[in-house]
C-alpha cells in the first residue's frame, strides 16, 4: 500500500481548490490526506468544506499575534503538530515568512490566476485583461520568499475572450485551477518532483509534443 | 472582388515567417500581397524566397546610413514607394524608430517566440527554460517604442517539455508562429482589428471557451 502524504491546507476563503483536492483524493486518483485546514479568518467557507469532510480545522486570527513571524510560528507548531508534510495554500491572503518557509523547505505550494512571469501580485486576472493579453492562465509553484516567483511545478494555458470580464475569466481559470492543482499535489505525493535551481523537474511525465493555437480562432 | 492588402516584409535572416504568409496567401486564403521584401542583410535567405515568387527584394545596408533614423527613412521611402499598407516584422534584427511608426501608424506588426509581457526582448525561449516555465508560446502584436511592449494582436501557447532545448523549443514555436502569423495578417486585412488602449479588438471572432490543460498530462 502507498503511503499517504499528510496535506495541511491555508485558506482566507471559498477554498474552492482545497474541495477540488479533497474531491482527487476521494476519487482514489491522489495518494494523500488533508490532515487540516487553517484559516486566518472565522468565517472561511473553508472550515465549513473541512467540516463537511470530517478533517481538523483551527481559525487562527493574525491578530492576535505580535506580528507575522509570530504568527507563522504557531502556523507551523499547528501544522506539524498534525504531521504535516506538504503544505497548500488555497486562497491565503498573507505573505508567508521565511520562519514558515524554513519549517517546509520546499514544501509550500500556492496556485497563481496567471502564466507567470506574466501578471504577479493581486487581480491578476484584471492585470492580463488591462494589458490586452489574449493567453493568460494558471501557475502551480513552490512558495519562495518573493511574490510569485518560486520554481514552477505545471501551468495551463487559457484563452481570453473577446467579451471576458474579471468574472468571466476568473471562472475560467478557477476550471483549470480544479484540475491543475490537485495534479501538481499528486505529482508531489509521488515523488516526482525534484527542484534544481529555478527548474521543477518532473519525472516519468509523458507529455505529447501537441500544442493548441488558442487564439484566434476564426 | 475583395481588395488585396498591400504588405511590405522586413527580415534579416531565414523568412520562414514570410514563407508562411506567402504560402497562406497562395492558398487563397488571405486577401493581401507581398509586394516587396526589404532585408539589412546581402546574404538573408528571405531575399531568395522573395525572388522565387517573384516579389520585388531590396537589399539596405543600415551601414550605408548615418543612423537610425536616416536608415529608417529609407525604409519608409523604399516601403511608399512600393505602394505597401502593413509592414511586417520578419525576424528584422533592427530596433524601429519613431520615423517609421509614423509612417506606418499602427500598421507595424512584429511576432515574438514568448507569451508576451513574460520573456520580452533577445533569447525569449532560453530565458523561459532558464526560469523554468512550463508553457510559453508566441505573440503578434502591433509595434510600438517600447521592445515587445505594443498593443497584442494574436497569442499562442505551446508547452515546456521535459527533455526541451532551446533548439526544440524554438523549433515548436516557429510551427505555431507560421499558423499565427498569418492568421493574425489575415485579421488585419479583413479590417477585423481595432486597437482600443492597449488592447485589440477583434471583430467577428468566433472563440469557443475551451481551454486546454497543457502540462502536466501524465
Not at 129 to 148: P, R
Request: proline content about 5%.
Amino acid at each position: 500500500m502507498v503511503k499517504k502524504l499528510k496535506i495541511g491546507v491555508l485558506a482566507s476563503g471559498n477554498g474552492s481548490n482545497l474541495q477540488a483536492i479533497i474531491d482527487r483524493i476521494l476519487r482514489g486518483d491522489l495518494p494523500a490526506e488533508v490532515v487540516c485546514v487553517i484559516t486566518n479568518r472565522s468565517d472561511a467557507f473553508a472550515l465549513e468544506r473541512a467540516n463537511n469532510h470530517g478533517i481538523t480545522a483551527f481559525y487562527l486570527n493574525h491578530r492576535d499575534f505580535s506580528g507575522r513571524a509570530a504568527y507563522d510560528a504557531a502556523l507551523v507548531a499547528a501544522l506539524k503538530g498534525e504531521g504535516v508534510e506538504l503544505v497548500v495554500l488555497a486562497g491565503f491572503m498573507r505573505i508567508i515568512t521565511r520562519v514558515f518557509l524554513d519549517a517546509f523547505p520546499q514544501a509550500v505550494m500556492n496556485i497563481h490566476p496567471a502564466l507567470l512571469p506574466s501578471f504577479p501580485g493581486l487581480h491578476a486576472q484584471q492585470q492580463a485583461l488591462d494589458y490586452g493579453a489574449k493567453v493568460t492562465g494558471c501557475t502551480v509553484h513552490f512558495v519562495d520568499e518573493g511574490t510569485d516567483t518560486g520554481p514552477i511545478i505545471a501551468q495551463a494555458a487559457i484563452p481570453i475572450l473577446p467579451d471576458d470580464t474579471v468574472e468571466t475569466l476568473s471562472q475560467r481559470i478557477h476550471l483549470q485551477e480544479h484540475l491543475l492543482y490537485p495534479e501538481a499535489v499528486k505529482l508531489y505525493a509521488e515523488g516526482r518532483l525534484r527542484v534544481e535551481g529555478r527548474r521543477v523537474v518532473v519525472s516519468g511525465i509523458h507529455t505529447s509534443p501537441q500544442s493548441s493555437l488558442l487564439n484566434p480562432s476564426a
